[in-house]
């Protein structure tokens, strides 16, 4: 978090062009008005969201949404910006689902499309005679056993054959 609330500044673009779009045309505003009303309204996205922390924090919860701001908005004294906000919540809210509609569109339009290529793909190709997939599986001459579980099922060692007297018995048959 910034140490200083000059520390958190709007971009300069941001707000050139929020004054630009605000004014008439024709308006000049010189660079010092610009970087007043850039401060300014840092300091009061400050203050709405600390009012609307407040009473997010009042009512023990801790996400922030669009109707805890506009319960700051009465508090700070700005009853007036209510309706506005209210009906740009709206206007986001729509255009939101919108774009997520248009999302599905499109993506059932690729689905579509893919599942189109795929049936002409099948009608214009030839068929195959011998198809790998089609032929029947040969069965291979060697079948496995099916493995044991080394925990199930224990090795049978003969007593004559320990691992020490085979290798005793090997070496004496080396020898001679």
């Known amino acids: 978090m910034a140490e200083q609330p000059e520390d958190l500044n709007l971009p300069a673009s941001v707000v050139n062009k929020i004054i630009k779009e605000s004014l008439p045309d024709g308006v000049i505003v010189s660079k010092d008005a610009k970087i007043a009303v850039g401060r300014a309204a840092s300091v009061f996205v400050l203050y709405a969201a600390t009012s609307a922390n407040q009473v997010v924090t009042s009512q023990k919860r801790k996400t922030m949404t669009g109707q ?28 939101k689902e919108r774009k997520k509609e ?11 499309e893919k599942e189109s290529q795929e049936t002409e793909e099948r009608a214009f190709s030839p068929p195959l005679e011998a198809s790998p997939k089609s032929s029947p599986k040969k069965s291979s001459p060697i079948k496995k ?6 925990q199930n099922s224990p090795k049978k060692r003969s007593p004559s054959k320990s691992p020490s007297k085979a290798s005793a018995t090997a070496s004496a048959m080396e020898t001679d």
């Open 102 to 112: 248009d999302a599905a569109r499109k993506k059932r339009a690729k689905e579509l």
């Open 68 to 95: 805890d701001v506009l319960k700051a908005m009465d508090t700070m004294g700005f009853p007036e910006f209510i309706n506005p906000l209210k009906e740009y919540f709206e206007v986001f809210k729509k255009g």
């Open 145 to 150: 056993s099916p493995r044991k579980s080394v």
